[in-house]
């Protein structure tokens, strides 16, 4: 069986799966990496992972460019967030199934894996205004905020069309007061609840997004009426 390594190259692989703590020692776990301090950030790293930024015409050219894409992404560099809304408007999920579900391996969960990108690089800056005035609502988070904002918008608008589990992206909404993202999610909610019991992104999605709407029935007239 091919290993990864032999499948992307290996010079490749340590620049997107080998990383070294302060210390010297090996990080074994990519949580670690994708949310480590700043000033752990392998600078020169940046620009061969932005080469790696590559346009995708199939399948097995996805792999590389996207890895890429979510540690620059987690690091905080916008790059990312313009290669995420290529493969968005370019809608990557033609090509075939690039990112299959652990369980349901039929299922392609790329676009829930860029949300969580996104949403990865929204973090980065809040922490970098915490650093800055000890307050995670700075004018960094507020930047970020909306840099990903069209992006995931386009994301929640797919599940309309593509089977897509919004469950992350709306636990992650329901801690923040970003009221842009309430059309489009009252829009998927009026669509799921019409959809058939069986349906799948009705079951996935629409107790989820009655509790989201409930949590904030005190705001929901002012935004849609």
Request: aromatic share 12%; glycine share 4%; net charge negative.
């Amino acid at each position: 069986m091919v290993t990864l390594q032999e499948l992307i190259g290996q010079k490749k692989y340590d620049l997107l799966y080998t990383h070294y703590d302060m210390n010297g020692l090996l990080i074994q776990d990519m949580e670690d990496v994708f949310y480590c301090n700043d000033n752990e950030i392998p600078q020169d790293r940046i620009p061969n992972l932005e080469a790696l930024l590559t346009p995708i015409d199939d399948i097995n050219s996805s792999l590389v460019p996207i890895e890429a894409a979510k540690l620059l992404a987690a690091w905080g560099f916008e790059k990312a967030i313009d290669y995420f809304e290529y493969c968005i408007d370019n809608r990557i999920d033609r090509l075939g199934n690039i990112e299959p579900h652990r369980l349901h391996t039929a299922y392609d969960t790329i676009y829930e894996k860029i949300a969580e990108s996104l949403f990865q690089y929204h973090v980065r800056y809040t922490e970098r205004d915490y650093i800055i005035s000890n307050s995670f609502y700075g004018e960094l988070g507020e930047r970020a905020r909306r840099r990903i904002s069209i992006p995931l918008i386009k994301i929640i608008e797919l599940s309309r069309e593509l089977t897509i589990d919004l469950c992350g992206i709306i636990g992650k909404l329901s801690t923040r007061d970003w009221p842009e993202f309430l059309p489009v999610l009252k829009e998927c909610y009026l669509d799921f609840s019409q959809r058939p019991e069986g349906d799948l992104s009705r079951k996935w999605n629409l107790p989820i997004l009655r509790n989201f709407f409930m949590s904030r029935r005190n705001n929901i007239d002012t935004h849609f009426n």
